[in-house]
């Protein structure tokens, strides 16, 4: 049942509640980080993607080709949104000013949404752990996504009543010794986000400019994304014998599942939400 196949849906345009808005999607080349920008894009929100290497470029070329796509095919009266891919190396010293700097060559030097969604995928467990891994995990999980605010909030990029979102994992809250800096630097920047929706809010004078911005954590589940679509059968069956008795909805969540509770914190509806944790795994996490 947890391993049924899966039709994704076709396409669709949808309200078109974003338009005007830009966002910048970080991993945004596949997975996860791919769907929810389609999701965004298909509600008429300008995107920013970044993706970890020139050999991955492509797949932002055809996302843009696909919103387009979607756009002729539907009844909109909107033109399609503008959707840009850059190289964007989480674990460069440069990747903030890099993407400020795409800011503002393709979007005016504004922004309205950020969603922070790379990740490394390397793993070592506890007993195998070198500086260089635990430096890769703070580097592409804390770090980066800090500088990339930071970087935003210093040149004033970011629009009153903005949304940033982290996205998280399970493992920061169900830990595995398998996994050690994967589960901390989640948690870490969960901390991260919580401080982001204390200063950004509005009581604070110096970010008058950015007033009314929600900052939020999205706490994703086994996930049918290609990483685990790729696991081997007896991995995948390990990961499942731990999950599926926790699930209250006894399937694996699919990529549209999450990407649509992130539209849901990017949208005005969500305007009141901030600083939370918001479970996106099917009741694995029963957290709010």
């Known amino acids: 049942m947890a391993t049924e196949a899966h039709t994704p849906p076709n396409p669709a345009i949808c ?37 970890s290497s020139r050999e991955t470029l492509h797949h932002l070329d055809t996302l843009a080709d696909e919103i387009a796509a979607s756009h002729q095919s539907s009844s909109s009266t909107t033109p399609p949104p503008k959707v840009v891919g850059i190289v964007g190396d989480v674990y460069s010293p440069t990747c903030a000013e890099h993407i400020a700097d795409a800011l503002e060559k393709h979007f005016s030097s504004g922004v309205d949404i950020f969603i922070s969604n790379a990740a490394p995928r390397s793993m070592a467990r506890v007993g195998a752990l070198n ?13 980066t996504p800090a500088l990339i605010v930071d970087e935003l909030v210093k040149r004033k990029m970011f629009k009153r009543n ?17 996994t050690p800096m994967y589960c901390a630097t989640k948690a870490a920047t969960e901390a991260l986000v919580r401080c982001w929706a204390d200063a950004f809010g509005g009581k604070n004078p110096e970010f008058e ?22 696991l081997p059968q007896h991995l995948l069956d390990w990961v499942l014998k731990e999950w599926e008795p926790l699930w209250s909805m006894p399937k694996m969540a699919e990529p549209e599942d999450v ?18 944790v918001v479970s996106a795994d099917g009741g694995g996490m029963k957290i709010l």
């Open 209 to 230: 400019f950015m007033a009314g911005t929600t900052a939020n954590t999205v706490l994703v589940g086994l996930t049918r994304t290609e990483p685990v679509k790729e």
């Open 15 to 51: 309200g078109q509640d974003l338009t005007s808005r830009v966002a910048i999607i970080t991993g945004a080349s596949r997975g996860l980080g791919r769907t929810i920008a389609f999701k965004l894009a298909s509600r008429g929100c300008s995107i920013l993607g970044t993706c």
């Open 259 to 276: 990407a649509d509770i992130v539209g849901l914190l990017c949208s005005h509806e969500a305007r009141w939400i901030t600083g939370s």
């Open 131 to 143: 500086a260089e891994h635990i430096q890769t995990f703070n580097t592409g999980i804390i770090q």
């Open 162 to 178: 903005s949304r940033i979102l982290h996205i998280s994992s399970v493992r920061s809250k169900k830990v595995d010794f398998r």
